[in-house]
């Protein structure tokens, strides 16, 4: 398979894409499944899980355009 420079870059250029998105992605496991309206334990969980994530991610953004 033949491949030129520039698809190749390409390709590069996606898979850095990715592996950095990949930090910004959680998955989860909830009793109610994919409703968590119908469980105020799992409505508590998943925004409980969410704020956190925002925290977390807004202080790391914070940290790297501090650089």
């Known amino acids: 398979m033949h491949v030129s420079a520039r698809v190749f ?3 590069l250029a996606v898979s ?3 592996q950095s998105l990949a930090k910004t992605i959680e998955f989860d496991w ?3 499944g994919h409703m968590v309206y119908v469980r105020d334990e799992s409505l508590k969980q998943l925004h409980d899980r969410v704020a956190a ?3 977390r991610t807004q202080a790391e953004a914070k ?3 501090a650089r």
């Open 16 to 18: 850095s894409l990715l």
């Open 53 to 55: 994530f925002i925290t």
């Open 63 to 65: 940290q790297a355009l």
């Open 30 to 32: 909830y009793e109610s």
């Open 9 to 11: 870059a390409e390709l």
